[in-house]
């Protein structure tokens, strides 16, 4: 299958392709089937898989990454803390997201889940804190890196193998950033999931980027639309857009169920 602009280039014009033809980002290249070539110019498959978020890091294509504490998290901390002190907040797909030790500088306990060991290990080292090692009982071949003063528990494994098994229900969610990652066919997967790891009372800030508020209302949950702004900066101009808009939804349990279907009925793709 040929996509967009992409075709075989040939070295000298009227030659057969063949596999010794270069490719390159600025000439023309095949994409197979089920793949995309990516802003950095690698080709990666169009439902990113863990491996693709690894290789991501490895090869340092981390744009999302902030570097600085997000401002909405700032702005919305007293809607999670929702008037508790010192509570455990869970962090999914956390990456090496400063929000994190920040959050456990104000004497929250703080739970990641990364599934990039790089992402995890860069997090300790960049923040200067010394951590423990350890692999994690029921997830074969996940670790769990804890700061040594015990406020920060990083778990190095894929989502999906995460429960409430391995480190309890949550009081409050910083979610920046996942509903992109997440494949659109784990999205139904992912709300079962973060559901499931919601305590009674648990406030869920969830930050999205693109939202249609008149999907917003759940069954299972209470989603409140509680801030738009507009988020356009160089980097999303060099994609083509002219308007980015960032949202910040408060999500919290309707009834103590088990499982909350807001994405998919409301089609929040
Ligand atoms: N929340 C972070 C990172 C968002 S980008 C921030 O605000 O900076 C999404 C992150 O999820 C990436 O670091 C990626 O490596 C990780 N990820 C993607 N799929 C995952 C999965 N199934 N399980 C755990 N981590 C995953």
Redesign the pocket.
């Known amino acids: 299958m040929y996509l967009g602009c992409t075709v075989w280039q040939t070295s000298t014009a009227g030659q057969t392709p063949n596999n010794h033809t270069k490719r390159t980002m600025s000439t023309d290249v095949a994409i197979p089937e089920g793949k995309r070539l990516n802003k950095y110019g690698d080709l990666e498959n169009l439902d990113?898989t863990?491996e693709d978020?690894?290789t991501?890091?490895e090869k340092k294509h981390?744009g999302?990454?902030?570097h600085e504490i997000?401002k909405l998290l700032q702005k919305h901390l007293d809607t999670i803390l929702n008037g508790r002190k010192q509570i455990c907040i869970f962090?999914?797909?956390?990456?090496?997201?400063l929000?994190m030790k920040w959050l456990a500088d104000q004497g929250h306990t703080v739970v990641g889940?990364?599934?990039?060991k790089i992402?995890v290990k860069e997090l300790f080292a960049e923040q200067n804190l010394s951590y423990t090692q350890e692999p994690v009982p029921g997830i074969p071949g996940a670790e769990v890196f804890k700061s040594s003063d015990g406020q920060l528990s990083l778990f190095n494994?894929?989502?999906?193998e995460f429960s409430s098994l391995i480190a309890g229900k949550f009081d409050g969610i910083w979610?920046?950033?996942?509903l992109?990652?997440?494949n659109p066919s784990d999205r139904q997967r992912y709300a079962k999931l973060m559901t499931k790891l919601m305590a009674n009372g648990c406030q869920y800030l969830l930050d999205t980027v693109a939202y249609d508020q008149n999907k917003c209302a759940g069954q299972s949950c209470n989603i409140q639309l509680i801030e738009t702004t507009d988020a356009l900066t160089d980097r999303q101009r060099s994609w083509g857009l002219d308007s980015f808009i960032e949202q910040i939804h408060l999500v919290t349990l309707k009834t103590d169920v088990d499982s909350c279907a807001f994405m998919e009925e409301h089609k929040l793709h």
């Open positions: 990113l863990v978020w690894m991501r890091w981390i999302f990454h902030k997000h962090i999914p797909l956390c990456g090496k997201s929000d889940v990364e599934v990039s992402a494994c894929d989502m999906f979610d920046r950033g996942s992109v990652a997440i």
